[in-house]
């Protein structure tokens, strides 16, 4: 973990209710959850100093709240299935096969939390 200041960001109420959906684990701050986010991101880096170097960067943005990534992205990063996108594309060919992949597909994209929710 790369050393910062103990940070405490004000949050409003409905900061703190959206903020509840994309809590891991033990995490109950923003601040965990931003170093679980920048951790997870900086992690695609090939060596440990850039890591350090892109967490502390991420972090820079994420604690203060410049950057807020999607819901997708809090929930997952080093978590769940580790999807990090909200968009999905599914089609199909208009063939019985075709339509039964596109219905698993489907649930399974619901299943991970993707798609509407409507």
Known sequence: MVATPLLTTELSESQQAVLQKYLVEAETTWEEVAHRVATYVASAETTPGLQKYWQGK????????????????????????????????????DHIHDITKLVSDAVLTTKFRGGSRD
């Open 58 to 93: 991420f972090l820079s943005i994420l604690l203060p709240m410049k950057l807020v990534p999607g819901g997708s992205i809090l929930a997952n990063c080093n978590h769940g299935t580790r999807g990090l996108l909200n968009c999905f594309v599914l089609s199909s060919e």
